[in-house]
């Protein structure tokens, strides 16, 4: 698999990458917050939105990193990036699985069911 663009998207990728850059500065961000964002923006731009729809471990031989930096990643982009409104529709569908067993809570140091 490979990350696809738009023609379009690809301009709004490197416009966006851009603006950031020259509002905030380029050394504004550590290393790994740039990395965060410029693997959001392939995400958002690409034809493909790998993140969401491929696994940690396949976007992590894509990307040629390790699985848990792909976790992270994500993490820190769902935390910094995505809309309120995205945000709100994940913990619903999270408190959800709950409310239908699917996702049990049990005390810290308990052993698993």
């Known amino acids: ?51 969401s729809r491929q696994s940690n471990e396949k976007n992590a031989l894509l990307l040629k990193v390790k699985p848990e930096k792909i976790k992270s990643s994500k993490l820190n982009i769902y935390l910094r990036y995505m809309e309120q409104e995205k945000q709100r529709e994940t913990l619903g569908r999270l408190i959800q699985m709950i409310l239908d067993n699917k996702i049990t809570m049990r005390e810290l140091g308990a052993p698993p069911p």
């Open 1 to 51: 698999m490979s990350i696809t663009f738009e023609p379009e998207n690809a301009m709004e990728l490197a416009n966006e990458l851009a603006g950031r850059i020259q509002s905030d500065g380029f050394n504004a961000m550590s290393k790994n917050d740039f990395y965060d964002l410029v693997l959001h923006l392939l995400d958002k731009h690409s034809r493909e939105n790998f993140l």
